[in-house]
């Protein structure tokens, strides 16, 4: 296997290990809003410790009549989800954050067994399953991220950019001759806003909120992409005979968000997916 072609596979591995590192991550979070909420429902794939941190703090708050055991163990639950949340997002690029990640997520299977010694259910197998599944796509994600330190800089960044062959999507203006009706009023204003321009009698944003990007023209919202992790993509609206469209063009751990007027660029901005 030549350089590139090694590189272009370390970063593939890597993304990957990035991405269930998130997963395990948003389903431990999930799991937790459940347990407060009493829901009869958990999704594997998760960290144990917050969980059972709740669980715990539940019973001892019951047994006692004393609701501080609650406030302690929310307080233990969000000190042990911020580390990977944390690592999570130091880890765009390759780097020591991913082996914390794993040696964090060892300490809670490690955890884990010790639940089992003490009162073993067959549910456990499958928790031990998952935990197993996590272990491993961590720690070739670390193994490629140390790999990366023998290649050469350039063929970092193309690998990377291979991830995203067809980076650019392919737009047809001609499929956008209509005019677009308003999905809602961006009356929230909530979200974190990428750009923003003004076009003749139209003010454009592009906003990102909770997982959503959305193209808002005269504070209406018209066009909105879905996905937590980004990949190439983009969104249009044709308003008063105006195709705004707003693109994002992913490069590895990071891209660029355009905003187009008629094909004319009137923003731009780099940032993180």
């Known amino acids: ?23 395990m991550l948003i389903l431990t979070i999930i799991n937790v809003i459940l347990i407060y909420t009493d829901a009869s429902i958990s999704f594997p794939f998760s960290a144990s410790f917050p969980q059972i941190a ?11 009549g004393n609701n501080a055991w609650i406030y302690f163990a929310a307080a233990l639950t969000i000190i042990s ?5 944390i690592c999570w997002y130091l880890s765009k690029s390759p780097n020591i954050s991913m082996l914390v990640a794993l040696i964090f997520f060892c300490v809670d299977t490690i955890f884990l067994i010790f639940l089992a010694f003490l009162a ?8 031990f399953a998952f935990h197993g599944w996590v272990i491993y796509s961590l720690a070739i994600g670390v193994s490629a991220a140390f790999k990366f330190k023998k290649l050469p800089p350039e063929q970092l960044a193309e690998a990377f950019n291979d991830i995203n062959k067809n980076q650019r999507p392919v737009f047809d203006p001609k499929l956008y001759s209509e005019e677009a009706s308003a999905l809602r009023d961006d009356v ?6 990428i750009i923003s321009a003004v076009n003749g009698a139209d003010t454009v944003i592009v906003k ?26 983009y969104i249009v609206a044709n308003v008063g005979g105006t195709v705004y469209r707003t ?21 731009e901005k780099k940032r993180i997916r």
């Open 81 to 85: 989800i911020v580390p990977y949340f």
């Open 208 to 233: 990102r909120r909770y997982g959503v990007t959305e193209l808002i023209i005269n504070q209406k919202v018209y066009a909105e992409y879905k996905g937590l992790l980004e990949v190439s993509y």
């Open 1 to 23: 296997m030549n350089g590139k072609n090694s590189a272009s596979r370390y970063a593939s591995i890597y993304v990957k290990a990035r991405g269930s590192l998130l997963t």
């Open 188 to 193: 929230s204003g909530k979200g974190r806003q």
């Open 120 to 127: 073993f259910d067959t549910y456990l197998i499958m928790d």
């Open 54 to 64: 709740v669980v715990v703090g539940n019973q001892l708050a019951f047994q006692s």
């Open 247 to 267: 693109e994002f063009v992913s490069n590895g751990f990071s891209g660029i968000q355009r905003l187009y007027a008629d094909e004319k660029c009137i923003g």
